[in-house]
């Protein structure tokens, strides 16, 4: 796909099509408001998102999590806009959303590869990566536990950059891109 060119919008009732689920409760969310949250994973339109082309690599990262008060503090931001009940905890609905927009299927510039498993497999991958933030497993993940499983995801992240500088697409507000802007305030 040449870059310059704009893609169009996802056709909704093509996404509306792939993820189908019978009208059943389960595992304390419904699987109509699963439907709803997969939905706006795959039609949302990426075009609308602020995004910027950035250079960087492990070390970056590393250095973001290793200054434990700059992490902290954008993790809690983080975690506080999640919160939607501000009761200190999330809970699978809070963080749905969040879930579905680390990309796990994408393959094509923000495009997940939809057909490629099913939507109760989706949807089972979705709850494995909830239960990875939960760790102590009573359905809902505090402050200590986001954090944690952010500061574990985040070195993975710089050990997969390695210490070759690599130029990449960034979300506005993302980690990575507050890694890259720490970095270089802190040469300025």
Sequence with gaps: MNPTRSRSAPDINRCQHIFTFPQTNRDH????????LLKLSVC???????MSVEILDGRTVQSFVEDEGAFNDSVDGRFAA???????LLSYPEMAREIMSLRVLEKHFGIDEAGAVGPDELAKLYRGLFARFDRDGNGAVDRQEFRAE???VMLA???????M???MVVEEGSFLKVAV???LARAA
């Excluded at 999640?82 to 200190?88: E, M, S, V």
């Design 44 to 50: 949302r339109h990426r075009e609308l998102l602020k």
């Design 181 to 183: 802007d720490r970095e």
């Design 165 to 167: 500088p690599v130029q």
């Design 82 to 88: 999640l919160d939607a009940d501000h009761d200190g």
């Design 29 to 36: 969310i419904t699987q109509h408001t699963t439907q709803k």
């Design 150 to 152: 952010m500061k574990e």
């Design 157 to 163: 992240v710089a050990n997969g950059l390695g210490f």
